[in-house]
């Protein structure tokens, strides 16, 4: 069983940067595509940014990009994702996300549906 535990969240005023981490046990950390999805209140979990096993590919939602960067360290079985440029409606609960298969899906279909273990989120809150 993989076990996913996210860490770095916390309250930042508007246009600062936060460094969310997730690390893993359990699992073939090395092999697995990693994701970061968010959850704002009433709102559906949204995909953020993933990248595949080697750390040689990488996506990212529209909304993110130039600003968010994902990065995978196998040696430490973490994945992380810097946030820079932070606006008050990027507060939301954030999920780190295994995908068990090495490679991500197309660009543009990523969605929660194809990972398969999730962390239980760590909450940004982004002040104006």
């Known amino acids: 069983q993989v076990q996913l535990v996210e860490s770095g969240g916390g309250l930042v005023q508007a246009g600062g940067s936060l460094r969310l981490s997730c690390g893993a046990s359990g699992g073939s950390f090395r092999y697995y595509a990693m994701g970061w999805f968010r959850q704002a209140p009433g709102k559906d979990r949204d995909f953020v940014a993933a990248?595949?096993?080697?750390?040689?590919?990488?996506y990212y939602a529209d909304s993110v990009k130039g600003r968010f960067t994902i990065s995978k360290d196998n040696a430490k079985n973490t994945v992380y994702l810097q946030m820079n440029g932070l606006n008050p409606e990027e507060t939301a609960n954030y999920y780190c996300a295994a995908r068990v298969s090495s490679q991500l899906p197309p660009p543009g279909t990523m969605n929660e549906d194809q990972f398969d273990y999730w962390g239980q989120g760590t909450q940004v809150t982004v002040s104006s």
């Open positions: 990248i595949n096993w080697s750390g040689g590919t990488s």
